[in-house]
């Protein structure tokens, strides 16, 4: 064993025993979508005094933090998003209403005189005609009320206690900054000059113009004197959820600048803990299927590579628990994706290696599959930075859990490249010393073709003779997907339209027109109802806020039975048009960045031929989406780019080929140099894509309806990604080479000019 080989082996060893220790010892963060519970957007929004800047958001974020404590969610979660963004996760709550009565307070807490009862129909003075401020108190009496003499920005803590020695039960207590302390003691000193019992003696407590409190001023308090700022108590017939409520809002109540509700999803804990159990079941049967199927391709090297894989699935997984990664239910599917993908780089490497025992039979099986690997460096890299450049744009022009399928996503190459090259090499580079297996070529599974190699030597299809034929299939294959979404149209998600997606489970079957009268006779005409058997209704309606949604949950329930909502999602009109407008943003920038990497890796003809593949797949998958009618949405999104990333990953294994054989074959025609790459990739590009497609049918078909369209999107995506690699991309960088190279002279003229020798189309400097 060579000294590289026993560096390899210890770095493995090392990074195994840590993803282990990290594996069995901590616990992974789980996003809502896979726990249950709520997640709101908030956008602060600017008041006629105040700009929602950085600062002014962090501040509304301490303030909301102190009211989500009273909720008493276990670690619930409040982060900034941009500039005016506030993120709150609150696990285990399935009720929105809850959070959103404490949350959604968005007026300012405001402190006011009263000006005494106001008789009823009195909204003006008598004396300026002026309009007042009427509210009614905590009876319902209405009180005709100052202007605001005192903010709640001057509130610097409210406490709720039980007031036992002077029989005065539960107790607010107010505590005032230094100069809103003055003014609190000033109005109440004025309010104490008038009698007890009058209702000047109040001083009203207004939040969201809803009188919370209005406590008369202590007779034993004299007139002018008021209440000291450290020491005021508000009594009076509390019940200790009252008390503790009323404090909550008189402390919290002090927003910098009012929020809006402008994305809310809640899920059910049941659809995360079936989502989970659901993606354990694919990435295990999709697994072992993948690993089957190396192994049987490749024998002894196959079941190596089979060891690595589940080294992978160990390092990916510590890796995203030990950087504290939330893992979310996209997230959750792009691990088990990456498991699938995770194969590429061994399939590589090792039909390379089985090129070098094809050319050379007499060389060893060290030197071959030494040589394999550097062979099949060049393109193992490249294909793996343009997918990390797919999950980058996934978290920069993601939102919400594409960014965790980005992330996820990245890890997952990282890991997958360690697996091949480092794991995967020193398990293979030893068995490769042994000489049984040297000598026993059945038993290593490279030192003899494989069938499909065998069969496309013997055959050797004249495949570009005629590029164009190929563009024109791959054009009607793009019409047929542009008619699907010309005629059907594309069936928008509500993360792109604005709007709220509901769906319950009931106990009694409901049809879909038993479902849909009800909801009418409840006044919720304009509802979308779909159903997926087994009880699970679907519901899509416009502008809806959580009374709306309580009120269609016990609609449903007068037919349906038992009704529990599963999944809740509400996305306001102005983010919905935000996230279009960022998706069309990310798949622009994906086609640039893909455009502007493979024209520094290759030659331009070369990029542009794997972008006209990639937008190719773009269109065909949303065109099969809008045939079959299934929602576009941010998994979606997520699982677009994905292919993106693919595509480009196929193109580029065929071009880094075409680029090596060109560089060892100057004078051979580009159409038969590319004719060969293509051969020669062909067993690598089936392999891979059916090491894939096992997940994804795995994933299809165990996943449920919460990761059947991302699947299904992939299927497509992988199986038209196959087909454009070859039979787009190469064709179409033949045309464009073919029509940018200076025809030869013509005949009958001179041509004794001197001219500067003729560029080689293909040399760009690259070398290998």
Not at 111 to 128: I, K, R, S, Y
Not at 165 to 172: I, K, N, S
Not at 521 to 531: K, L, P, S, V
């Amino acid at each position: 064993m060579t000294r590289a080989t026993t560096v390899r082996a210890v770095l493995a060893a090392a990074v195994l025993l840590v993803s282990v220790f990290i594996t069995l010892t901590m616990s992974p963060r789980l996003g809502l979508d896979l726990q249950g519970g709520t997640r709101m957007v908030l956008q602060a929004k600017d008041s006629a005094t105040v700009e929602a800047d950085r600062e002014t958001t962090d501040r509304t974020l301490e303030v909301l933090r102190q009211r989500i404590d009273s909720l008493g969610v276990a670690e619930p979660v409040l982060t900034r998003s941009g500039e005016d963004r506030i993120i709150v996760e609150l696990p285990d709550v399935q009720d929105p209403r809850q959070a959103a009565a404490v949350i959604g307070r968005t007026a300012q807490l405001s402190f006011h005189e009263v000006l005494g009862a106001a008789p009823p129909g009195t909204d003006t003075a008598p004396e300026t005609g002026e309009k007042r401020l009427i509210l009614p108190d905590e009876q319902g009496t209405r009180l005709d009320l100052g202007p605001v003499r005192l903010s709640g920005a001057g509130v610097k803590d409210a406490t709720a206690f039980f007031e036992a020695q002077q029989a005065a039960g539960w107790t607010v207590k107010l505590d005032f900054h230094k100069d809103a302390g003055k003014d609190w003691t000033k109005l109440t000193g004025e309010a104490a000059c008038h009698p007890a019992g009058d209702e000047r003696r109040r001083v009203a407590i207004v939040l969201d113009e809803k009188v919370i409190s209005s406590p008369q001023v202590d007779p034993s308090v004299g007139c002018q004197a008021g209440l000291p700022s450290g020491g005021t108590q508000i009594t009076g017939s509390f019940t200790a959820k009252e008390a503790r409520d009323l404090a909550l809002l008189i402390k919290g109540g002090a927003l910098p600048v009012p929020v809006e509700i402008v994305e809310q999803r809640t899920v059910g804990p049941t659809l995360g803990a079936a989502a989970i159990d659901a993606s354990a079941q694919a990435a295990l049967i999709g697994a072992a299927a993948t690993a089957l199927f190396i192994t049987f391709v490749y024998r002894l090297f196959g079941a190596l590579a089979a060891v690595a894989l589940a080294a992978y699935g160990v390092i990916s997984y510590a890796a995203l628990v030990g950087l504290g990664v939330t893992l979310t239910l996209p997230g959750l599917a792009g691990f088990v994706l990456a498991i699938g993908m995770a194969v590429d780089a061994n399939v590589l490497v090792f039909e390379r290696a089985r090129e070098e025992c094809q050319d050379r039979p007499t060389r060893s099986l060290r030197s071959a599959l030494t040589t394999g690997f550097q062979k099949a460096f060049s393109a193992v890299a490249d294909s793996n930075i343009t997918t990390l450049l797919a999950a980058g744009l996934l978290f920069f022009l993601g939102s919400g859990p594409v960014k965790g399928f980005g992330v996820t996503l990245a890890i997952g190459v990282i890991a997958s490249m360690f697996s091949a090259l480092v794991i995967a090499r020193a398990l293979t580079e030893i068995a490769a010393g042994s000489r049984f297996v040297s000598d026993y070529r059945g038993v290593n599974g490279i030192a003899r073709p494989g069938s499909v190699r065998t069969w496309l030597t013997r055959k050797d299809p004249q495949l570009f003779r005629k590029p164009v034929q190929w563009l024109v299939i791959s054009t009607v294959m793009v019409a047929v997907a542009v008619a699907g979404i010309v005629v059907r149209g594309v069936d928008l998600g509500v993360e792109f339209t604005g709007g709220r997606l509901v769906e319950y489970s009931t106990s009694r079957p409901v049809d879909v027109e038993t479902a849909r009268s009800t909801l009418a006779d409840a006044g919720f005409n304009d509802a979308e109802i779909t159903t997926a058997g087994d009880g699970d209704i679907s519901v899509r309606t416009g502008k809806l806020d959580n009374d709306g949604e309580h009120a269609l949950r016990t609609a449903l329930a007068t037919e349906g039975g038992e009704t529990t909502k599963v999944r809740d999602e509400l996305i306001g009109p102005s983010l919905g048009d935000e996230l279009r407008r960022s998706a069309l943003i990310a798949l622009g920038v994906a086609v640039l960045v893909q455009l502007a990497y493979l024209a520094v890796r290759f030659r331009w003809t070369f990029a542009v031929g794997s972008v006209i593949a990639m937008v190719h797949d773009v269109i065909i998958v949303v065109g099969a989406f809008a045939w079959l009618g299934r929602p576009v949405d941010g998994i979606f999104l997520a699982a677009l780019l994905t292919v993106i990333g693919y595509s480009v990953n196929d193109s580029v294994v065929v071009f880094d080929r075409v680029r090596e054989l060109w560089a060892g074959n100057r004078k051979t025609p580009l159409a038969t140099i590319a004719r060969r790459a293509v051969l020669q990739t062909v067993p690598r590009t089936v392999n891979t894509g059916m090491g894939a497609l096992f997940i994804l049918v795995a994933l299809a078909v165990l996943g449920g309806d919460s990761l059947a369209d991302f699947a299904l999107a992939l299927l497509i995506g992988i199986v038209v990604g196959t087909w454009s690699s070859v039979f787009t991309a190469v064709p179409g960088a033949l045309v464009l080479e073919r029509t940018t190279t200076a025809p030869p002279p013509v005949p009958g003229k001179s041509s004794r000019r001197a001219r500067a020798p003729r560029r080689d189309p293909l040399d760009n400097g690259a070398r290998v």
